[in-house]
């Protein structure tokens, strides 16, 4: 089987590259491990910037995030009783809409099978040829049969654990990392959410966040061990630990309701430099990982697809290689700058074993520093809302 770019990885970011590439009449398969099934089953984020949003307007699948995502002109940081909002509208006039990733996944499935792409989930064994001649090509089990599929190029967007970024020779990438001492303990529930805009929550027991997903369903978190499990944490439990460690004013409003999804998730800063190798571009949680904190994890693999589609319309149009060339390039100069904004909310908001009294009054100054200071308010909500490609 032939194409002209391979896609390994079938969730939103290789979804969303293969519908924009469509529209430009350029042929793609992907390749996913996993069923349909799985992919729309995962929890994820639900925070778009606004260039998420316009890169799916591109895609012409941007309508029902549009009509039924929910804008969102700041957010609150508290730390105790204190809270200092975040005026997106005031500081950039910019907003960002909550809509769940799944809904994401989805509107790209429904787009997929309306244009006939090729998206062929179950494989196994992927293994990447020939990545730095003009002939790369992907092999690959399907129903116990092998596959060899070939292309002019392969865009690696099958995440952190995924097969794209081992396939580059070890001597040619260079690895970043931070992990850190905490994970995030995370419920779904059919509740109305505590408040109409997130609350970022600073206190002496530990992190916590009030989200959502819509007007019924809300998403909480709190700061937990790393080596902690969901079964030493009941639903009573829970909302308990939550109502201590958000202001007193929203945790006397919170609606409490079984939790639908409880799940840990670790947390770490991740970079692999370069994201080309060759024919092979790496995209999304393939090279980089941010820490849920800013709500960036989507939206940075967004900018990425955002440069590689940029890239390869360019090159297919008229043979134009300076996209291609720059696009690692590219990609990581505002990786890193999320990455920046994403570690330093998490050193805000988190407490960390071997912080220090001083390290605590810190904080508190940071913060403070920020309730008093538009300047700051403003670069935050600059980061927040999206940095431009």
Same mark, same amino acid.
């Given at each position: 089987?032939?194409?002209?770019?391979?896609?390994?990885?079938?969730?939103?970011?290789?979804?969303?590259?293969?519908? $924009?590439?469509?529209?430009?009449?350029?042929?793609?398969?992907?390749?996913?491990?996993?069923?349909?099934?799985?992919?729309?089953?995962?929890?994820?984020?639900?925070?778009?910037?606004?260039?998420?949003?316009? *890169?799916?307007?591109?895609?012409?699948?941007?309508?029902?995030?549009?009509?039924?995502?929910?804008?969102?002109?700041? &957010?609150?940081?508290?730390?105790?009783?204190?809270?200092?909002?975040?005026?997106? !509208?005031?500081?950039?006039?910019?907003?960002?809409?909550?809509?769940?990733?799944?809904?994401?996944? !989805? /509107?790209?499935? #429904?787009?997929?099978?309306?244009?006939? &792409?090729?998206?062929?989930?179950?494989?196994? #064994?992927?293994?990447?040829?020939?990545?730095?001649?003009?002939?790369?090509?992907?092999?690959?089990?399907? /129903?116990?049969?092998?596959?060899?599929?070939?292309?002019? @190029?392969?865009?690696?967007? /099958?995440?952190?654990?995924?097969?794209?970024?081992?396939?580059?020779? %070890? =001597? !040619?990438?260079?690895?970043?990392?931070?992990?850190? +001492?905490?994970?995030?303990?995370?419920?779904?529930?059919? &509740?109305?959410?505590?408040?109409?805009?997130?609350?970022?929550?600073?206190?002496?027991?530990? @992190? %916590?966040?009030?989200?959502?997903?819509?007007?019924?369903?809300?998403?909480?978190?709190?700061?937990?061990?790393?080596?902690?499990?969901?079964?030493?944490?009941?639903?009573?439990?829970?909302?308990?630990?939550?109502?201590?460690?958000? +202001?007193?004013?929203?945790?006397?409003?919170?609606?409490?309701?079984?939790?639908?999804?409880?799940?840990?998730?670790? *947390?770490?800063?991740?970079?692999?430099? +370069?994201?080309?190798?060759?024919?092979?571009?790496?995209?999304? =949680?393939?090279?980089?990982?941010?820490?849920?904190?800013?709500?960036?994890?989507?939206?940075?693999?967004?900018?990425?697809?955002?440069?590689?589609?940029?890239?390869?319309?360019?090159?297919?149009?008229?043979?134009?290689?300076?996209?291609?060339?720059?696009?690692?390039?590219?990609?990581?100069?505002?990786?890193?700058?999320?990455?920046?904004?994403?570690?330093?909310?998490?050193?805000? *908001?988190?407490?960390? +074993?071997?912080?220090?009294?001083? =390290?605590?009054?810190?904080?508190?100054?940071?913060? %403070?520093?920020?309730?008093?200071?538009?300047?700051?308010?403003?670069? $935050?909500?600059?980061?927040?809302?999206?940095?431009?490609?």
């Amino acid at each position: 089987m032939k194409t002209q770019v391979a896609i390994i990885g079938g969730g939103p970011a290789g979804l969303l590259l293969s519908q $924009l590439l469509c529209k430009a009449g350029i042929d793609t398969v992907v390749l996913e491990r996993q069923s349909r099934a799985h992919v729309l089953s995962r929890i994820r984020a639900g925070v778009l910037e606004r260039g998420m949003l316009d *890169l799916l307007a591109q895609a012409g699948i941007a309508d029902r995030a549009r009509a039924e995502g929910i804008p969102h002109d700041g &957010t609150v940081l508290s730390y105790g009783a204190q809270e200092v909002r975040i005026d997106f !509208k005031a500081h950039v006039d910019t907003p960002v809409t909550v809509y769940g990733q799944t809904e994401v996944t !989805k /509107d790209l499935y #429904d787009s997929a099978d309306a244009n006939g &792409t090729q998206v062929i989930h179950g494989v196994s #064994d992927v293994v990447l040829h020939d990545l730095d001649s003009n002939t790369p090509s992907v092999t690959y089990q399907l /129903d116990g049969a092998s596959h060899q599929l070939t292309c002019d @190029f392969i865009a690696g967007c /099958d995440g952190f654990h995924g097969v794209s970024r081992q396939a580059i020779p %070890a =001597d !040619k990438r260079r690895i970043f990392e931070k992990v850190y +001492p905490f994970g995030w303990l995370g419920v779904l529930s059919r &509740t109305r959410p505590v408040h109409d805009e997130l609350i970022y929550a600073n206190s002496e027991r530990g @992190f %916590a966040l009030c989200s959502m997903r819509n007007t019924s369903l809300s998403r909480y978190y709190i700061q937990c061990r790393q080596d902690d499990h969901v079964d030493n944490w009941s639903d009573a439990a829970f909302w308990d630990e939550l109502r201590r460690r958000i +202001p007193p004013q929203h945790a006397e409003a919170l609606v409490t309701g079984p939790s639908i999804e409880k799940s840990i998730a670790p *947390l770490r800063s991740f970079v692999c430099e +370069p994201m080309r190798y060759g024919r092979l571009f790496l995209c999304g =949680d393939a090279a980089h990982i941010v820490p849920p904190t800013g709500a960036k994890g989507l939206n940075t693999a967004a900018s990425d697809v955002h440069y590689l589609n940029q890239a390869l319309r360019s090159w297919y149009a008229d043979g134009a290689e300076a996209g291609l060339e720059r696009y690692s390039e590219q990609a990581l100069a505002r990786v890193w700058k999320v990455e920046r904004f994403s570690w330093w909310m998490t050193s805000l *908001l988190h407490r960390f +074993p071997d912080q220090s009294e001083f =390290d605590l009054r810190m904080q508190q100054a940071e913060l %403070a520093a920020l309730a008093a200071t538009p300047e700051a308010q403003a670069v $935050l909500a600059r980061n927040y809302v999206g940095l431009p490609y």
